[in-house]
């Protein structure tokens, strides 16, 4: 959806709000009501008549602009450029980890080796990639969907096989809420493609846990990382032994 296409549902909504008609904010912008209407059809308004509209809904225009950004699409995945800026510079790919857990910038600068000036620049950096929305007193609203994934074979991901995956598999597992499950087996081709529903549906639950426990302190959490996977996979060393 179009930001005019946005605006105008917002000023629909606050017209709706104010229980102003389209003959009411004729009236107060000096126009014909038909010409109001095809006004907000068209959605195509300058900026002194949007601040007109403003006034006469006695809304504030940073309001009306905060609420039009807030009906922006939430981005379910990155584009290849997007993730390549992330993982060029180590900083920045911790920083944009720590704002997918929303961590604050005075968590950020507390828990790692980063000055505040730093951190500002980075979430600066996020910004512009289009991962955060950074506002006021440093602080952001993040951009991303519930759904949001790393792609596949996209930088990120690559870069997590070359320099994490050893380091991740390398733990005990052995920790409170922590395991390791490995099953092997043959199953219906047709029936593979359930199990990795489920095995989404199960990241789902773990990104909205992730959500809903913001509100708790910060020594009632955890950081816990979770890694789902399913392939049709031999190990090597069994493959050199078939005949």
Same mark, same amino acid.
């Given at each position: 959806m179009s930001?005019?296409?946005?605006?105008?549902?917002?000023?629909?909504?606050?017209?709706?709000?104010? #229980?102003?008609?389209? =003959?009411? %904010?004729?009236? *107060?912008?000096?126009? @014909?009501?038909?010409?109001? &209407?095809?006004? /907000?059809?068209?959605?195509d308004m300058p900026l002194s008549r949007i601040d007109a509209i403003c006034r006469a809904l006695?809304?504030?225009?940073?309001?009306?602009?905060?609420?039009?950004?807030?009906? #922006?699409?939430?981005? =379910?995945? %990155?584009?290849? *450029?997007?993730?390549? @800026?992330?993982?060029?510079? &180590?900083?920045? /790919?911790?920083?944009?980890?720590?704002v997918l857990s929303q961590w604050t910038l005075e968590q950020i600068t507390h828990s790692y080796r980063l000055t505040q000036a730093e951190c500002i620049q980075?979430?600066? #950096?996020?910004?512009?990639?289009?991962?955060?929305?950074?506002?006021?007193?440093?602080?952001?609203?993040? &951009?991303?969907?519930?759904?949001?994934?790393?792609?596949?074979?996209?930088?990120?991901?690559?870069?997590?096989?070359?320099?994490?995956?050893?380091?991740?598999?390398?733990?005990?597992?052995?920790?409170?809420g922590e395991g390791l499950l490995l099953v092997h087996g043959s199953v219906s081709r047709s029936l593979a493609p359930s199990f990795f529903e489920r095995m989404q549906r199960v990241a789902q639950d773990f990104a909205q846990q992730h959500q809903a426990d913001q509100k708790l302190a910060e020594k009632d959490r955890e950081g816990y990382t979770l890694l789902l996977g399913m392939r049709s996979w031999e190990f090597e060393a069994f493959t050199a032994l078939r005949r």
């Open positions: 930001t005019s296409a946005d605006l105008v549902i917002v000023l629909k909504k606050e017209l709706k709000a104010a #229980q102003m008609t389209y =003959a009411d %904010l004729a009236l *107060a912008l000096g126009m @014909a009501e038909s010409s109001v &209407k095809r006004m /907000l059809a068209r959605g006695k809304l504030d225009f940073a309001d009306l602009a905060q609420r039009v950004a807030d009906m #922006q699409p939430l981005l =379910a995945g %990155l584009t290849e *450029a997007q993730e390549k @800026a992330v993982v060029a510079d &180590k900083k920045l /790919l911790l920083t944009a980890i720590c980075y979430l600066a #950096q996020l910004d512009r990639i289009g991962i955060i929305e950074l506002k006021a007193m440093n602080r952001y609203r993040l &951009k991303l969907a519930k759904t949001f994934r790393w792609r596949p074979h996209g930088p990120v991901m690559d870069y997590f096989r070359d320099n994490a995956l050893l380091d991740y598999f390398s733990g005990g597992f052995d920790g409170d």
